[in-house]
């Protein structure tokens, strides 16, 4: 079949997703409100809280939320065939992401920006509450140190990246500079912005950036871990402004450019899908397509770490609430978006069946090289860009992707530290939480050798832990939905699905774990296993009071709650 049949499909799902499915969900069931004051009002400290911009926010959470995985997750899956792939990309993003990402926001916006972590003892209680922290603790640290060594072998896979990466820093403060303390025009600033991202693209291509063998007494892995993590330590202690917001935005825009690129290399070049729809002749030892279909694409279909974004950071930033729509459900389709570029790309990137069994020898293989590599194929083959030029385009993307979803990662989990240290009774201020997540974080990446590859220790984890807590996030959000008594079946029909799915995987993995002899994977599964389950029992619990209880005000339900704690700060 022709890739641009794919490609057409999919992007009309997306399209019907968000004019019609996201429009019902913000008007029906959210009823999202003009007239709600939103937190970065209530709170604003020029900080965290800070009123935003939609298509400003939107940059940051989509970058955000992105990072690497819906690259690689959907590039390991097409392994089982690209139809399988496709349905939950598509399927995934306007039915599950969409509902997960938007109630997610809304839920925080409604509630002071509160965390996730923070609204699980409102809405299921305090035992439920500490259990919820540790998952998100052990998600967030699998994605900061995964992240890092991802974004360090692209660095080196692709010298030609390193410059656009890194090069991306400066522009970003110089756009948050025009932004917001010159009031220059958001498009002039936005096309500068891009021109001048791209301008790095072509100047890195020209001049790769290859390091010695020792770096001031470092290797080129250690060099490179160390300086991302003072990279995300310094990013995550900015106000969001400076650094994070302007960062996200434009890489998001320059993201999407990337991504027109690629499409539309794909309608020029009309290329084939060499993989098979269904591929019956998987390498062996390629686990079941079911379950482990719907934990190896996560983001990209649907993420429990957009909820820890969504209430971590950009529910501080949201404006109206309203723009949650085009943030949240729109950020998601966004991601789907990506997803489908990287199907095709390592579908279609190949020249025969053949090539492509060459690289998919055998399950985990493909991921980010195999989309760089398909990509590149493709956008030589459409727009006639050397492959060189159109290979640091798709790694310059990945990293920023990566990069930004680690700094992000790196505040959201020295949020989590500081909730922890409430609950202990012990106040950690910013710097001292962000050292502890940074410390923690390079022990890590660094428990097996200087090349940082014991930041995927415990990376095999992360697609069931991910969606576990997605669906606890659902969890919340159907609550509150009981609650004020609107309709909580959006949210409680993907809760169902991605909660069998993903706690069929964990128990397999159990037996995986027992198999290898990986004790530390086995202990922390079932940690996570465990913590689920209880959460889970209370969340029910939480459902049954909700039906039960005297219903909230519709129109601003936990307001009374916002106002009084507003009245105690003042």
């Not at 990509?375 to 459409?382: I, M, S, W």
């Not at 660094?446 to 969606?467: E, H, K, M, R, V």
């Amino acid at each position: 079949m022709n890739a641009i049949v794919l490609l057409i499909v999919g992007l009309a799902i997306f399209a019907g997703g968000y004019f019609v499915y996201g429009r019902y969900l913000s008007r029906r069931v959210l009823q999202l409100d003009q007239g709600f004051r939103t937190p970065a009002h209530t709170w604003r400290d020029g900080v965290d809280f800070m009123p935003t911009n939609k298509l400003v926010l939107w940059g940051h959470h989509f970058t955000s939320v992105a990072g690497a995985a819906p690259i690689v997750g959907p590039a390991i899956a097409v392994i089982w065939g690209w139809l399988p792939a496709f349905c939950w990309v598509t399927i995934g993003t306007v039915f599950f992401a969409g509902m997960h990402d938007l109630g997610s926001l809304w839920a925080s916006a409604r509630n002071d920006g509160k965390s996730m972590g923070s609204l699980s003892e409102r809405y299921i209680g305090r035992r439920g509450a500490n259990l919820f922290l540790i998952v998100i603790f052990l998600l967030l640290l699998m994605v900061i140190a995964a992240f890092a060594v991802v974004i360090k072998d692209l660095l080196i896979s692709t010298p030609t990246a390193v410059i656009p990466a890194w090069g991306a820093i400066p522009v970003a403060l110089l756009v948050g500079v025009a932004i917001y303390r010159m009031k220059w025009n958001l498009v002039a600033v936005t096309v500068g912005g891009v021109l001048a991202l791209y301008s790095l693209i072509l100047l890195g291509d020209r001049f790769p950036v290859v390091l010695p063998e020792q770096i001031l007494g470092l290797t080129p892995e250690t060099f490179w871990i160390l300086a991302l993590f003072l990279y995300a330590g310094i990013a995550s202690l900015l106000p969001v402004w400076v650094l994070l917001q302007p960062r996200d935005y434009i890489n998001g825009v320059q993201l999407f450019v990337g991504l027109g690129i690629l499409f539309t290399a794909v309608l020029l070049g009309a290329p084939q899908l060499v993989a098979p729809a269904w591929n019956s002749a998987v390498p062996e030892g390629t686990p079941s397509l079911v379950p482990l279909l719907f934990v190896t694409i996560a983001c990209g279909a649907i993420s429990g770490f957009h909820g820890m974004v969504s209430s971590g950071t950009t529910s501080k930033q949201l404006d109206t609430e309203p723009d949650a729509r085009f943030v949240g459900y729109f950020g998601a389709v966004g991601e789907g978006m990506l997803a489908l570029g990287a199907i095709i790309a390592t579908t279609a990137g190949f020249q025969s069946l053949a090539q492509w069994e060459e690289v998919y020898t055998a399950f985990n293989e493909g991921g980010v090289a195999a989309f760089v590599q398909g990509g590149g194929n493709l956008v030589n083959a459409g727009l006639g860009l050397p492959v060189s030029l159109s290979a640091t385009v798709l790694a310059t993307m990945a990293v920023l992707f990566a990069a930004t979803t680690m700094d992000t990662g790196v505040r959201l989990l020295r949020f989590v530290i500081q909730e922890v240290g409430e609950v202990a009774g012990v106040k950690v201020n910013n710097v001292l939480g962000t050292v502890l997540v940074v410390v923690i974080a390079v022990a890590l990446v660094f428990s097996q050798g200087a090349d940082g590859s014991g930041g995927l220790t415990i990376w095999p984890l992360f697609g069931t832990t991910n969606q576990l807590l997605a669906a606890l996030t659902l969890s919340i959000v159907a609550i509150m939905l009981m609650r004020r008594r609107s309709n909580p079946w959006p949210a409680l029909v993907p809760l169902a699905i991605v909660f069998v799915m993903a706690f069929y995987a964990a128990a397999v993995q159990v037996g995986t774990f027992v198999t290898d002899g990986n004790w530390l994977l086995l202990g922390l599964d079932l940690v996570i296993i465990v913590a689920t389950l209880l959460v889970g029992l209370e969340a029910a619990l939480g459902m049954r009071r909700a039906r039960r209880d005297p219903p909230d005000d519709a129109a601003h339900p936990g307001e009374s709650a916002s106002a009084e704690t507003d009245s105690r700060r003042r």
